[in-house]
């Protein structure tokens, strides 16, 4: 079963996220992943904006999602700290259980491992109560850094937790094909899909993740194998921030727009 298509949240760079619902919308896509204020901009100086602080936003988001009928299937920005308690976001919980969000998804850089687990947990427990999932997004040089340690901490929090798997992560991590053909089903909440370059220096690979991605078939990631690996019909993200042909004045709707048709054209899989 093909894998509908969602535009993630920091493909957008900052957009406004009513502008961003509308966009995807108008663009056939019906799904996206959003967060409460931007994680990555177009520029560092570039207004930003928050849904934690301006419920007038949350509002127009509410509208628009549901205007346009576009899912929101994750909000991103949560993160597990040596130096936080998760339990301080249960009221960033609330507000992105108001927007109708399917899931929260979060990294952790907590090298504690007992304490990491629990604090996961911990985020789950307090999601479920708010009708949510809680997701785990594992990636090179944090905590949890290999599939095998997201999946043990997804299984110590119980029912309705699970994994990201994001394709460029995928494979730095040196996940196989294998691994993702063996995995539990239920234990995959999301897939990321990028392109990207082999062997990037660490500090380029991190540069590259959160401002500059490839789209699919510019790079040297086997994505055929990885979507063909995933479980039927499961959305896939496009996670694709193009900040330097955004700053050098490509029309951000046209940019989008081939990141579309660019995974489309490379995969029959993606509707």
Excluded at 236 to 255: C, F, N
Aim: charge should be negative; glycine fraction near 8%; aromatic fraction near 4%.
């Amino acid at each position: 079963m093909p894998h509908p298509i969602a535009i993630d949240f920091i493909t957008a760079l900052g957009q406004d996220p009513v502008e961003m619902v509308h966009l995807c919308a108008d663009l056939g896509v019906q799904a996206v992943s959003l967060a409460l204020t931007p994680t990555v901009k177009v520029s560092d100086d570039a207004p930003g904006w928050s849904m934690r602080e301006d419920s007038g936003l949350r509002r127009s988001v509410a509208a628009a999602l549901a205007e346009r009928e576009v899912r929101l299937l994750v909000c991103e920005g949560f993160l597990i700290h040596p130096q936080m308690d998760i339990a301080n976001a249960a009221h960033d919980l609330d507000l992105v259980a108001e927007l109708g969000a399917g899931a929260v998804n979060c990294v952790s850089i907590e090298h504690d491992e007992a304490r990491g687990h629990a604090q996961f947990a911990l985020l789950a427990s307090l999601a479920h109560e708010r009708g949510m999932r809680a997701f785990i997004e594992y990636m090179p040089f944090v905590a949890v850094d290999t599939l095998a340690k997201a999946i043990a901490c997804v299984r110590q929090a119980g029912p309705g937790a699970a994994i990201v798997l994001d394709a460029m992560h995928f494979f730095r991590t040196g996940t196989a094909i294998a691994d993702l053909a063996a995995l539990d089903p239920a234990l995959i909440g999301h897939a990321q899909l990028c392109d990207a370059l082999a062997g990037l220096p660490p500090e380029q690979y991190m540069d590259a993740a959160k401002h500059d991605r490839l789209s699919p078939g510019e790079g040297d990631l086997p994505l055929g194998e990885f979507l063909a690996a995933l479980p039927d019909g499961l959305p896939v993200g496009l996670e694709i921030p193009q900040r330097s042909r955004a700053q050098a004045g490509e029309d951000h709707r046209r940019r989008i727009e081939n990141l579309i048709a660019a995974a489309r054209g490379f995969s029959t899989e993606l509707l």
